[in-house]
C-alpha cells in the first residue's frame, strides 16, 4: 500500500510539474514572485485553477476525471450567479499535493452567437486528446478569430479567456501558511508590489478574511501574444494567487473555497482591468 500511495503522489507531482511549466511559458511573473518571496523550499502551492465549458465533452466532471484517478476527491460545489458558472473543488488525502478548483461557464445562458462559437471550439477538439493527462496542460485544440473573441468577451470575460488560452491552470497559488518570512498577506501583498508586479485591487487587495476563515490576494493577468486566425494580439493570460488559511475548531486548517472572494479573483484576467 505505502508503494501505491508514494508512486501516485510522484504521478501527482510529476503532472503538476508539466502544468506549471506550460503556466510559466505565459505567466513569466509567477517565476519571479516564486523566487521573491520563497527562501528555499516553503513555497506549497496552495491550488490550481482550471476554467471551461459545461459541454458534455469538456465540461469540469470531464477535466476531473484525471485528478479522481490520481486519488482526489470532489470536496466542495460552488454557484457564481453574475458570471454564470459552476464551480467544484477537488482535495487528495495527501494534503501536501494541491487542491484543485475547476468552474464552468453555463453556455446556454449566453447568446446564440456567443454559443456558436463555443461549440465551434468545442467541436475541433480530437476525443483521444481529452483522455490524455496532458489536456490539463494542452492550451486550445481550436482557431478563432479576433472577430469572434471580441464577440464572446462582449458578453464573458471568462468565455474569451478559455476561447484564447484553452486547457492550462488560470493561475497557480502560494500557501501563505507555509512560507518562512512571511505570515500575513498584507506583508505578501507589499512585497509582491515592492516587486514591481500590480494586484487585483476589485473588492479591495485583500479578499476575506479571518471569520470565513480564508484569504486571498492576486496579481493582475501577465500579457502575452496570442495567435488568432486572422493576426496576433496581445491580451491577458494567467495570474498568482496568494492564499491564508485559519484554522477550524477542530485545530485543522480550513481547505474549501469562499464563493465571494472568488468572484473577485477571476477578474484577474479581465481585459477592462
Not at 484517478?69 to 488525502?93: I, P, Q, R, V, W
Not at 496542460?137 to 462582449?154: F, M, N, P, R
Not at 470565513?212 to 501574444?225: C, G, H, P, R
Request: charged content about 20%; aromatic content about 10%.
Amino acid at each position: 500500500m505505502t508503494d501505491i500511495i508514494s508512486n501516485q503522489h510522484k504521478q501527482v507531482t510529476d503532472l503538476f510539474s508539466n502544468i506549471w511549466k506550460n503556466y510559466i511559458e505565459v505567466t513569466p511573473s509567477a517565476h519571479k514572485i516564486h523566487q521573491l518571496l520563497s527562501s528555499g523550499n516553503d513555497l506549497i502551492n496552495d491550488h490550481v485553477a482550471y476554467r471551461t465549458f459545461d459541454s458534455a465533452k469538456v465540461n469540469l466532471d470531464k477535466i476531473a476525471e484525471h485528478l479522481i484517478n490520481l486519488g482526489y476527491k470532489h470536496s466542495g460545489d460552488y454557484d457564481f450567479s453574475s458570471k454564470k458558472l459552476n464551480a467544484k473543488h477537488f482535495e487528495h488525502s495527501d494534503t501536501t499535493l494541491p487542491k484543485v478548483f475547476i468552474s464552468e461557464l453555463r453556455v446556454a445562458e449566453f447568446s446564440v452567437a456567443a454559443q456558436a462559437i463555443i461549440e465551434t471550439m468545442v467541436d475541433a477538439i480530437d476525443e483521444s486528446a481529452i483522455a490524455d493527462q496532458s489536456f490539463l496542460y494542452s492550451g486550445t485544440h481550436w482557431q478563432v478569430s479576433k472577430e469572434d473573441y471580441q464577440t464572446l468577451l462582449a458578453e464573458s470575460e471568462y468565455a474569451a479567456w478559455v476561447a484564447a488560452w484553452g486547457y492550462r491552470a488560470n493561475h497557480f497559488t502560494v500557501s501563505i501558511n507555509h512560507l518562512d518570512n512571511y505570515n500575513c498577506i498584507d506583508a505578501v501583498n507589499a512585497a509582491v508590489k515592492a516587486g514591481g508586479f500590480p494586484l487585483n485591487t476589485t473588492g479591495g487587495e485583500v479578499k476575506g478574511d479571518a471569520i470565513v476563515k480564508l484569504e486571498q490576494s492576486s496579481t493582475m493577468a501577465d500579457k502575452a501574444t496570442v495567435k488568432f486566425s486572422d493576426g496576433e494580439a496581445e491580451i491577458p493570460s494567467c495570474f498568482y494567487e496568494f492564499a491564508k488559511r485559519y484554522p477550524l475548531d477542530c485545530g485543522n486548517l480550513y481547505s474549501g473555497f469562499v464563493a465571494a472572494s472568488a468572484d473577485k479573483i477571476f477578474e484577474s484576467t479581465n481585459v477592462a482591468a
